[in-house]
């Protein structure tokens, strides 16, 4: 099955700062790279999306690219927000409505 | 968020307990599923339902039993769990995969098994 690995695990950063967050995934059929973000006490809520036919896709201050090659796709926030403190998981999913997610990275941006 | 409900949003039990945890989605989506979130672990993906059918069970112990009556409404029914079993419960829901979209999450039951 599919194996999906995130770094880093925390993440502290200035307010302002961008923050970088890295996946790696094994499955070559996994075509579709959601990420999540979820605060203290809530649920994962779904920022943005990637799927494999692109290789960038940005909203606002929030982009994800993707290395198919490679097999890893990343997250990048530029000038972050204490609000976007969290914790951000990135998933992999093929055609089917399987999907397999990193183990979270617990982002804190220190005003 | 209404889209996807949970309840109880709370829930304490012992090992000899039978309870069941309800989950509804309003996004008239087709696919439903179970994950457990414990502690510093990823999200453990349990049961995977598509147009009511199941499509996936990741090893999970006979303790957990999964209902699904129709698109809409999923259950997840607990008897006998252990305290390793204390966890959050969520359930999502999504579209076909080919749709390009996400799963959406419910709020999740916080369950303690004592």
């Known amino acids: 099955g599919e194996n999906v690995e995130q770094h880093p695990s925390t993440l502290s950063v200035q307010e302002g700062d961008s923050a970088v967050i890295k996946c790696t995934y094994s499955?070559?059929?996994?075509?579709?790279f959601p990420w999540y973000k979820q605060e203290l006490g809530k649920r994962p809520q779904l920022i943005i999306d990637?799927?494999?036919?692109?290789g960038e896709k940005k909203d606002q201050r929030i982009a994800v690219t993707l290395n198919k090659t490679a097999k890893h796709f990343s997250l990048h926030i530029t000038e972050t927000q204490p609000e976007d403190s969290a914790v951000y998981f990135c998933?992999?999913?093929?055609?089917?409505?399987?999907?397999?997610f990193g183990t979270g990275t617990s982002l804190t941006v220190i005003p | 968020e209404t889209g996807v409900t949970q309840t109880p949003r709370h829930l304490v039990m012992g090992m000899t307990n039978k309870k069941s945890l309800k989950c509804e989605q309003h996004?008239?989506?087709?696919?439903m599923y179970w994950y457990k979130q414990s502690a510093k672990k990823p999200l453990e993906l349990m049961f995977v339902?598509?147009?009511?059918?199941?499509?996936e069970n990741n090893s999970v112990p006979s303790r957990f039993s999964p209902e699904c009556p129709n698109s809409s409404h999923l259950f997840l029914h607990l008897h006998t769990l252990q305290p390793e079993d204390s966890a959050l419960y969520l359930c999502?829901?999504?579209?076909?995969?080919?749709?390009?979209?996400?799963?959406?999450f419910g709020p999740g039951t916080r369950l303690t098994v004592t």
């Open positions: 999502a829901s999504s579209q076909e995969l080919a749709s390009g979209r996400g799963q959406y």
């Open positions: 499955d070559s059929a996994s075509n579709y």
């Open positions: 990637i799927r494999s036919n692109v």
């Open positions: 998933a992999a999913g093929d055609t089917g409505n399987q999907f397999y």
């Open positions: 996004l008239g989506h087709n696919a």
């Open positions: 339902y598509n147009f009511k059918e199941q499509t």
